[in-house]
């Protein structure tokens, strides 16, 4: 199992960013799929899931109405459009299925992608 993020980058309060992850070893369009975001020191937090089928499904109430969930299923790959940006938007960011990847009870993260939100 294989989650690659992209699409991190270092912007101003206000701006939009798209994120996409793709990913693999897994059949994907049969599982629901999610980001988190995780800053040092904290758990990762769950920020948005999606359904299987590509109906949003949730949102964190910190990012309800500025970040949009969206999946590709024929290219495996979910995305998380970000708008409105702020300073407490800066985390690392991972995509996973729902329920998460695990593997010897461990979860499984892969390759996040870092947003930082600064003026």
């Known amino acids: 199992v294989q989650f690659v993020g992209s699409g991190g980058d270092l912007v101003q309060p206000g701006d939009s960013l798209t994120l996409s992850c793709v990913a693999s070893g897994f059949t994907f369009e049969h599982f629901a799929m999610t980001w988190f975001r995780r800053v040092p020191g904290k758990e990762h937090e769950l920020v948005a899931r999606?359904?299987?089928?590509?109906?949003?499904?949730s949102y964190a109430d910190s990012v309800e109405g500025r970040f949009t969930i969206s999946r590709d299923n024929a290219k495996n790959t979910v995305y998380l459009h970000m708008s409105n940006l702020q300073p407490e938007d800066t985390a690392m960011y991972y995509c996973?299925?729902?329920?998460?990847?695990?593997?010897?009870?461990?979860?499984?993260w892969g390759q996040g992608t870092q947003v930082i939100v600064s003026s």
């Open positions: 996973n299925s729902y329920p998460v990847q695990r593997l010897g009870g461990q979860n499984i």
């Open positions: 999606i359904t299987f089928a590509g109906i949003p499904a």
